[in-house]
């Protein structure tokens, strides 16, 4: 079991980077940055099997970070992880470089497996890797993490029973469950509840966690692939800008870029100083 304190000490320092290049570079989608930092932390420093010195090693897992909108988070992921250099995230926003909103294609950056954004194309992209995995043979295992506002697409519930026809036991989702999407709750824009349910129903393995609580995000985790060869689903509830009490469950802050008092109290809630 991986150490949970030293993987919570990594969730704090990877929310204040977070904030602070928001605030930065002018950078927005910050509370569905923040929600989904503990699910990043978890699978990339006690889950997957990756090596930074070998991004394209074949053997490697493989992560789809389907709701592109939360890259801001994935880039400082990576760069703690050791893809490349944490000072390249100095070019952040600027005129030829390789970050922006939404993850590039990867080609231009290592660690990244798919350009994604365009809300819904994560999960298929997942299925056809983890399908082309099993006819080559290999044991990786296929992540995405989706938000709740993107189970809306039709394309998501397409892969779905494809997932689940195909026997996909290689292929695990996590749904980033924020309750948030950008302009209302998900449940007043499209009828999501009970998720966990639809998703059994479409032949998942579904298991609901706390997205907060690494422990039990982590047991959820070794329940894949699951023993009958269904596909796993892992519905984590969130809250939308978790970790500073000012941003947490207002959605004010999908596109609101914080100042930079904003920003030291934030870390002072954090506990991070750098």
Same mark, same amino acid.
């Given at each position: 079991?991986?150490?949970?304190?030293?993987?919570?000490?990594?969730? /704090? $320092?990877?929310?204040?980077?977070?904030?602070?290049? =928001?605030?930065?570079? #002018?950078? %927005?989608? &910050?509370?569905?940055? +923040?929600?989904?930092?503990?699910?990043?932390?978890?699978?990339?420093?006690?889950?997957?099997?990756?090596?930074?010195?070998?991004? /394209? $090693?074949?053997?490697?897992?493989?992560?789809?970070? =389907?709701?592109?909108? #939360?890259? %801001?988070? &994935?880039?400082?992921? +990576?760069?703690?992880?050791?893809?490349?250099?944490?000072?390249?995230?100095?070019?952040?926003?600027?005129?030829?470089?390789?970050?922006?909103?939404?993850?590039?294609?990867?080609?231009?950056?290592?660690?990244?497996?798919?350009?994604?954004?365009?809300?819904?194309?994560?999960?298929?992209?997942?299925?056809?890797?983890?399908?082309?995995?099993?006819?080559?043979?290999?044991?990786?295992?296929?992540?995405?993490?989706?938000?709740?506002?993107?189970?809306?697409?039709?394309?998501?519930?397409?892969?779905?029973?494809?997932?689940?026809?195909?026997?996909?036991?290689?292929?695990?989702?996590?749904?980033?469950?924020?309750?948030?999407?950008?302009?209302?709750?998900?449940?007043?824009?499209?009828?999501?509840?009970?998720?966990?349910?639809?998703?059994?129903?479409?032949?998942?393995?579904?298991?609901?966690?706390?997205?907060?609580?690494?422990?039990?995000?982590?047991?959820?985790?070794?329940?894949?692939?699951?023993?009958?060869?269904?596909?796993?689903?892992?519905?984590?509830?969130?809250?939308?800008?978790?970790?500073?009490?000012?941003?947490?469950?207002?959605?004010?802050?999908?596109?609101?870029?914080?100042?930079?008092?904003?920003?030291?109290?934030?870390?002072?809630?954090?506990?991070?100083?750098?």
């Amino acid at each position: 079991m991986a150490d949970i304190a030293t993987l919570q000490a990594t969730a /704090r $320092d990877l929310r204040a980077r977070i904030i602070e290049n =928001s605030s930065k570079t #002018g950078t %927005p989608h &910050l509370g569905s940055c +923040l929600s989904c930092v503990d699910i990043l932390t978890v699978l990339y420093f006690a889950v997957l099997r990756i090596d930074p010195t070998k991004p /394209r $090693d074949a053997t490697r897992d493989r992560f789809i970070l =389907s709701k592109g909108h #939360g890259a %801001p988070a &994935l880039f400082q992921v +990576l760069a703690k992880r050791g893809f490349y250099p944490e000072s390249m995230l100095d070019t952040y926003g600027q005129d030829g470089g390789v970050f922006a909103e939404h993850p590039p294609t990867p080609d231009h950056l290592a660690g990244i497996e798919a350009a994604t954004g365009s809300l819904g194309h994560g999960l298929p992209l997942g299925l056809g890797m983890a399908l082309a995995g099993r006819i080559q043979q290999l044991t990786c295992n296929v992540y995405a993490v989706l938000s709740d506002g993107e189970c809306n697409e039709g394309s998501v519930w397409e892969a779905a029973m494809l997932a689940a026809a195909q026997r996909a036991a290689n292929l695990c989702i996590i749904i980033d469950f924020n309750k948030w999407q950008a302009t209302g709750r998900s449940r007043e824009v499209m009828a999501l509840d009970p998720l966990a349910d639809k998703w059994r129903a479409f032949g998942w393995n579904a298991i609901e966690v706390d997205g907060h609580d690494m422990t039990a995000l982590l047991n959820a985790l070794q329940q894949h692939p699951a023993r009958d060869g269904r596909p796993t689903a892992i519905i984590a509830h969130t809250v939308k800008g978790k970790g500073v009490s000012f941003m947490e469950d207002d959605n004010n802050w999908h596109y609101r870029i914080p100042t930079a008092d904003e920003v030291a109290r934030a870390k002072q809630e954090l506990g991070v100083s750098t």
